[in-house]
């Protein structure tokens, strides 16, 4: 009985609170999009926050007080608070991921200056995440946002993987009209095939997952800051759906 009520009261708690799609690309955005081999996501619905988070956040259990688990008082809270939370909370949260998937309207197109200097730096992070290359993201990316994707990157390497874009090409540039004078956002939509590749894996079947991998075409928002050398700096990327 306790523990069905705990295992209940979890179950609802996540429901609320983890993220509806995972990710694999620079930023969380996208991830293998072929079969069972890859991420198993699409890039059509791509999510805001990737689940791939580092190991640590799993390999530490909690207890009950005195260590003994929990009671059947603290059980029946747990289902309570999480029913509860679950029908006030998750309709907001929704909606509140909802918008932050939508798409800006409020969009020019991007400089052709800025144009110029922000092309080469996407497609320099973007060979470096396919290597593995924290040197380079480091220089690329602020402390905060580098460390986020440090976890992810080094958790990919433990596993033995890559995660690969195949023909990355960008289609469309614009720029997002805000009231910031230190920000610029730019809305990215481009297209790859998006697979990983495993180096403890054999080449049939690392093939076989390239195989399954299908070029998407995907929307990204960058917000970037540009140095007094004119240098950009990645804040954060946001997908978009």
């Not at 309570?80 to 939370?85: C, D, L, S």
């Not at 197109?109 to 730096?121: G, H, Q, V, W």
Request: hydrophobic share 35%.
């Amino acid at each position: 009985m306790k523990k069905w009520l705990l295992t209940s009261g979890m179950a609802l708690l996540l429901l609320i609170f983890i993220p509806l799609s995972a990710s694999a690309r620079v930023g969380g955005s996208m991830g293998g999009s072929g079969g069972s081999t890859g991420s198993g996501h699409s890039t059509t619905s791509t999510g805001t926050y990737t689940n791939d988070r580092d190991d640590y956040y799993y390999g530490h259990r909690g207890y009950g007080y005195g260590g003994y688990g929990y009671g059947t008082g603290t059980g029946l809270s747990i289902v309570f608070f999480g029913f509860f939370g679950f029908l006030i909370i998750r309709p907001g949260f929704r909606r509140w991921r909802e918008r932050r998937q939508t798409a800006p309207t409020n969009t020019i197109e991007l400089p052709s200056d800025f144009e110029a200097t922000f092309e080469p730096f996407f497609y320099k992070m973007e060979e470096a995440w396919t290597k593995n290359d924290l040197t380079t993201l480091r220089t690329m990316m602020t402390s905060h946002y580098f460390a986020k994707q440090q976890r992810i990157l080094r958790k990919y390497a433990r596993k033995h993987k890559t995660d690969q874009l195949d023909g990355l090409v960008i289609v469309n540039l614009e720029q997002v009209l805000t009231d910031s004078d230190r920000q610029i956002e730019v809305v990215v939509t481009a297209q790859a095939r998006d697979y990983f590749h495993y180096d403890n894996r054999s080449e049939a079947f690392n093939q076989r997952v390239y195989e399954a991998a299908n070029i998407e075409r995907f929307t990204e928002v960058w917000t970037l800051s540009q140095c007094n050398d004119g240098q950009l700096l990645l804040h954060h990327i946001r997908p978009v759906a």
